[in-house]
């Protein structure tokens, strides 16, 4: 039986993070997790699915947290303080969520705090993948269909967020190299060189974990 596998993927907007995640789930036969956290976390939560989405990595202390909660009958976890603000339980939610599938193994998850949630997992790999803005203008823009203006916007509102996010929720710093295990370059590497080196790396963890093990 082979040592379980899981790789936490943290990327910039652009960068082709969901892109390199997908492909190297398919082609090792491992569960992958983007959005689709979303809903774990609001089906065991209980608590609306439209609230992770409109909050999905998006810290905020607004009213309108205030103002949801006010509209929302939600339970949660005893371990959960009913009066915790609203972001906070969200991410909560999430955070177990995404140990619950973490301790299954053989999955890929991107973004959302994974790599922290999943910080005491020994045969988890956290990754960062980055790319040059030129290029991510160019592939948001093809992607979406839009402006390269328009483009160069949204990378900066994204980034901002996710950065905003990870830094709000963890006691880390987004896309500091030393939070991660690698940090990768998809402008350098490419779509397919970067994918091709995750899978090595993560072979040969499965490898050296199978030995250890004595599996």
Not at 177 to 198: F, M, N, P, Q, R
């Amino acid at each position: 039986m082979k040592t379980p596998i899981i790789l936490t993927i943290g990327r910039q907007f652009g960068s082709g993070g969901r892109e390199i995640g997908e492909r190297i789930a398919r082609e090792l036969d491992l569960a992958f997790y983007d959005k689709q956290l979303l809903e774990i976390a609001a089906e065991e939560s209980d608590i609306a699915k439209e609230l992770f989405e409109t909050h999905d990595e998006r810290p905020t202390s607004s009213l309108l947290y205030t103002l949801a909660m006010d509209l929302y009958a939600m339970r949660y976890p005893t371990s959960i303080q009913a009066d915790m603000p609203l972001n906070h339980k969200i991410f909560l939610a999430q955070f177990h969520a995404i140990q619950k599938i973490g301790k299954k193994g053989n999955c890929v998850l991107v973004g959302r705090c994974s790599d922290y949630a999943l910080a005491d997992q020994k045969n988890a790999v956290h990754v960062f993948i980055r790319a040059d803005l030129d290029d991510r203008v160019r592939r948001v823009a093809d992607t979406m269909e839009i402006s390269r203006g328009k483009a160069r916007e949204l990378i900066m509102k994204e980034d901002k967020k996710r950065a905003s996010y990870y830094n709000y929720f963890t006691s880390n710093k987004w896309g500091m190299a030393e939070h991660y295990h690698c940090c990768l370059d998809s402008s350098l590497l490419g779509i397919e060189g970067t994918v091709h080196v995750l899978k090595e790396m993560l072979e040969w963890k499965r490898s050296r974990q199978s030995r250890k093990s004595g599996i």
